[in-house]
């Protein structure tokens, strides 16, 4: 049986991105809620609340690295700094368009960092990860 | 005068030495020269006439010289000997200053000497006599030798000024004291007009370094200008690369989106125009793609010795599908094993091979054969085929980048695999060129140079010093 998250955070500062992530998402069953930002304060803000019903933990956040003011890395930066249980669930994996050798070096040295992807995100990338990080606590 | 004395002749390296003053160019000499013969002339005629009337007066009438010639002959003899010895040695080259200095001083000491016991000296002066001209002959014997500059200076200007004091307070002696005092003078000026001229060459030395160094400083920053402005080019490719393809893959995705939730009520047309757009979007990738990868080519080289046979073997093993497709036969043997860049070889070899695949004749299944010359300093491989060739008027610009012949319909491809091909061949520090009957094939020859060590040796110093 297919796992489902509860919820799922996308940030990138491209808006269509953030729409057609959230389409596969949707549609692939992937997750009970899927929140976007299109900007790494604003996700940041979001993070440093208090969670319940209406305002769900991220379980996995997909980030994307080059976005404007505050960029992936310095996200990563301020979520360091974030307490333990403010954190998403489990998994943070940085997307990019194009394999950037420096960036694959530093996301693989950052120890948030599970996975690197190039977009857009597809239903076998998907299955394959939260097979990889879900299924396998069970 | 006391900053002149302090800068040019104290100071001084021990390097400068009075055998080379006197040499080191006319203006010295000559003006030693003069200096020497005026001043000897006037206190020879002063002595004759002044100090030593009496005692000229009373020697025998065929011995007297009236001006003091026989005297003047002695002191003008010394310099103009050792010029004379050294000038001539000079016109060899390769003799050291050394050598010149003891060969000099040998033929200085032999003219003293003959000199002083020839008996032309004994005419008019006394014992006395012999003790300066001793003294004067260890001075210049000494810096002939190669005594510091410094140190033969000091010791003819100290003798120059006990001469003066016999001079004021010895009235028995002051005729020998005079010549002498004459002689020395003579050196000091020749050696101070060498030194100023020294020091005017060291000047303009100075300055040449000074140029030459400015010019290094100029190159060392254009160098590292230049790694710098290349990797900003790589940076720019990387972003280029990632902001175009953004746009380009939310259009693929909602084309996708759009394809799939339309679905049954997209007539056919509009398939056909979603189907331009898929394309469109895919071949704009693809070519972002190829900028990317011509921009990597010739990052992290790694050069390894590659045995051809296997690497061709392995290419026709990848390039499988396309062979068989096409029919096509790959004949190549013994082939070398070089050493190069394997990765960028390998695309290079691939390449080649490909496009004899691609461009072939319609209904003639392609052969293609790799052959292999060895040109000393080069590796020299030709890739032939029986393809569609290309016309004269084409053979520089297919290695240009984009450089197309065909449209997409008849050939696909981005118009970058020959670009590839030639940067690679670049970095091997080779050529590349193609021979082409229209019709016939084509001959792609390129050569890889057998000195790569060096050449990646050379880039790699080059860029470490920019850095």
Known sequence: ?138 | MLSFVKNYLLERPDEQRLSWLFLYNKKATISGLVFLFLTFTALSLVDRFYFAADYYSKLPTPTATPFGWDSCFRLLFLPLANLLAIGLLCRYKGKSSNYLSWVSSVILLLTMLSLVFSGVTQTYYSANDYTWEVVALIVFTFTMFGMPFRVSFFISFIMMLSGLAFLLFDKVEQRVVIYNTTFLLSIWFAMIVGALRKAELRRENYKTVNLLHNYTLELDAKAKELSQKNQELQQFAYASSHDLQEPLRTISSFVAILERRLSGQLTDDLKTYMGYIQKSTERMKHLIQAILEYSHIGRNLKLEAVNCQELLELIVDDLNYSITNAGAAIHFVNMPTISCYKTEFSMLMQNLIGNAIKFRKQGVAPVVSITYTDEGEAHHFTVTDNGIGIEVKHLEKVFALFGRLHTKDEYEGAGIGLAHCRKIVEIHGGNIWVESQPGTGSNFHFTISKKLNQIANETNAQLHHAH
Not at chain 1, 20 to 45: D, K, M, N, P
Not at chain 1, 51 to 73: A, K, Q, T
């Open chain 1, 1 to 138: 049986m297919k796992q489902t998250l509860n919820c799922i955070m996308l940030i990138d500062d491209d808006h269509p991105t953030n729409v057609y992530h959230r389409i596969v998402l949707e549609e692939g069953g992937f997750a009970g809620h899927v929140i976007t930002y299109q900007s790494a304060e604003a996700a940041l803000e979001y993070l440093k609340g208090t969670y319940n019903e209406e305002h769900p933990r991220p379980s996995l956040i997909f980030l994307d690295i080059n976005m404007p003011r505050v960029n992936g890395w310095e996200f990563l930066e301020q979520y360091e700094k974030l307490l333990p249980e403010q954190r998403a669930g489990n998994v943070v994996v940085m997307l990019s368009t194009s394999a950037n050798p420096n960036d694959l070096k530093r996301a693989a040295e950052n120890p948030f960092v599970m996975e690197y992807h190039d977009k857009p995100l597809n239903e076998e990338f998907l299955s394959e990860i939260i097979s990889k990080y879900w299924e396998s606590e069970e």
